[in-house]
């Protein structure tokens, strides 16, 4: 059985930086496309970031681009996002997404992904 949990959330200033991980149980982030999504509060959730990084580049969104940074820990079996320079409109709950694709759409999309975590709330205020 699959399992994410992520962690890390919380409330900062804007302009502050967070760090978000996702642990997983039963999956590896090393062999499939995963990625982090976020939901507004009265939005659809939407896509962050997307990456295989052993398939190619990682496709960001245009409203984080440059400013967030997925990674993943090998050892620990986890997934990262850094996100810096934060605004109010990251504020959002965030996901932890994980798919059986072992490549990743250009266009992703929730279809895209098999498994979920429970969210974490970040909340940036200005």
């Known amino acids: 059985q699959v399992q994410l949990v992520e962690s890390g959330g919380g409330s900062v200033q804007a302009g502050e930086s967070l760090r978000l991980s996702c642990a997983a149980s039963?999956?590896?982030?090393?062999?499939?496309?995963v990625g982090w999504f976020r939901q507004a509060p009265g939005k659809a959730r939407e896509v962050v970031v997307t990456?295989?990084?052993?398939?190619?580049?990682?496709y960001y969104s245009d409203s984080v681009k440059g400013r967030f940074t997925i990674s993943r820990d090998n050892a620990k079996n986890t997934l990262n996002l850094q996100m810096n320079s934060l605004n109010a409109e990251d504020t959002a709950v965030y996901y932890c997404?994980?798919?059986?694709?072992?490549?990743?759409?250009?266009?992703?999309?929730?279809?895209?992904?098999?498994?979920w975590g429970q969210g974490t709330q970040v909340t940036v205020s200005s």
């Open positions: 997404a994980a798919s059986l694709r072992v490549r990743c759409s250009p266009r992703p999309t929730e279809d895209d992904f098999s498994y």
């Open positions: 039963g999956y590896r982030f090393t062999v499939y496309c």
């Open positions: 990456t295989n990084i052993d398939y190619g580049p990682s």
